[in-house]
């Protein structure tokens, strides 16, 4: 079974929410800022980079186009890079400095820029239908082109995130023991523990290989905190969880159970599953990892529309 990360870089879904929830953590302002910067170009470019590669492939073979398919889409344009260079070269400048993370954000605006432009003459000989004039020679050769420029980006993508989350899963320990030192462990403290151990789930699900002990603990200590938040969010006299918070709770840790049974249980994709899996619809496949990545970011969603408390 191919694991969470596999599915997304396949699948066209939505990656960003990874980031978004922990970057309010409380900061100095020039440290909000710098980190707001490289989330600011995630958020805005990295999906719809990955879009545009899944609607590539869902018609093109590995070995390329060869103008005998039966359907061609093209691919998608993404978004002008310019203020992600502009931000990512103002926020390298801020304090803290941090000279690894600064450079995944530099080789991340790099590598998005560089996409750009290829994507867009990509998407104007295909949207022209130009291959039908030159029997899909400029196709094939954009082909090893636009290969290189999705995994360069992949690659840089993967190393921002991964300092950003670095970042961020400090932020939210500290604020974590802060708010149970301060309030003790009541509404603020769930729901904060409750995003920490979602993102843990959907950790254990991004790896090469599934270990099924991993997720299996990963998904129940969630559920406990998942119970626990549930029942003070009905409580009278401290402040309340949103009933839309937790339901999106409960939905994620529904399809991280879904998930588990089917690598445990070693339950196949059936074909039409396969087929909205490979179409970039997975979410609609009932425990899959793009449903699990849709559901997490439902959750997301909710928390930072105010869970927070």
């Known amino acids: 079974m191919k694991p969470v990360h596999a599915w997304v870089l396949a699948g066209a879904t939505v990656l960003i929410a990874l980031l978004a929830a922990d970057v309010?953590?409380?900061?100095?302002?020039?440290?909000?800022?710098?980190?707001?910067?490289?989330?600011g170009c995630i958020n805005r470019l990295s999906e719809r980079?990955?879009?545009?590669?899944?609607?590539?492939?869902?018609?093109?073979?590995?070995?390329?186009?060869?103008?005998?398919?039966?359907?061609?889409?093209?691919?998608?344009?993404?978004?002008?890079t310019s203020d992600c260079?502009?931000?990512?070269?103002?926020?390298?400048?801020?304090?803290?400095?941090?000279a690894e993370l600064e450079a995944a954000a530099s080789a991340y605006a790099q590598a998005v820029s560089r996409l750009e432009p290829l994507l867009q003459e990509a998407d104007d000989y295909y949207s022209q239908q130009d291959y039908k004039d030159d029997r899909m020679t400029k196709g094939k050769a954009l082909h090893p082109r636009l290969v290189a420029a999705w995994d360069a980006f992949a690659s840089a993508d993967q190393k921002l995130r991964n300092g950003v989350e670095a970042i961020n899963d400090k932020r939210a320990a500290e604020r974590l023991a802060e708010i149970e030192q301060s309030e003790g462990r009541?509404?603020?403290?769930?729901?904060?523990?409750?995003?920490?151990?979602?993102?843990?789930?959907?950790?254990?699900?991004?790896?090469?290989?599934?270990?099924?002990?991993?997720?299996?603990?990963?998904?129940?200590?969630?559920?406990?905190?998942?119970?626990?938040?549930?029942?003070?969010?009905?409580?009278?006299?401290?402040?309340?969880?949103?009933?839309?918070?937790i339901?999106?709770?409960?939905?994620?840790?529904?399809?991280?159970?879904?998930?588990?049974?089917?690598?445990?249980?070693?339950?196949?994709?059936?074909?039409?599953?396969?087929?909205?899996?490979?179409?970039?619809?997975?979410w609609m496949v009932e425990g899959s990892p793009p449903r699990l990545l849709?559901?997490?970011?439902?959750?997301?969603?909710?928390?930072?529309?105010?869970?927070?408390?």
């Open 85 to 98: 260079r502009k931000n990512v070269e103002k926020a390298n400048a801020l304090e803290p400095r941090d």
């Open 294 to 309: 849709r559901d997490y970011n439902q959750l997301i969603e909710s928390y930072n529309s105010g869970a927070r408390i």
């Open 247 to 282: 339901g999106n709770a409960k939905s994620f840790l529904t399809t991280a159970k879904q998930l588990m049974r089917r690598i445990r249980d070693k339950v196949p994709y059936s074909t039409g599953d396969k087929m909205m899996l490979n179409a970039g619809s997975g």
């Open 49 to 80: 980079a990955y879009d545009s590669r899944a609607r590539y492939f869902s018609w093109v073979s590995k070995n390329g186009p060869t103008g005998r398919e039966r359907i061609i889409y093209g691919t998608y344009t993404i978004y002008d």
């Open 186 to 245: 009541k509404a603020r403290y769930h729901v904060e523990a409750l995003m920490i151990h979602a993102k843990r789930v959907l950790r254990a699900q991004n790896t090469a290989k599934s270990d099924l002990a991993t997720i299996t603990q990963a998904v129940n200590e969630y559920e406990s905190i998942v119970k626990a938040a549930e029942q003070l969010s009905g409580a009278e006299g401290d402040a309340k969880i949103g009933s839309m918070f």
């Open 24 to 39: 309010a953590a409380a900061q100095a302002p020039p440290a909000n800022e710098k980190i707001n910067a490289y989330v």
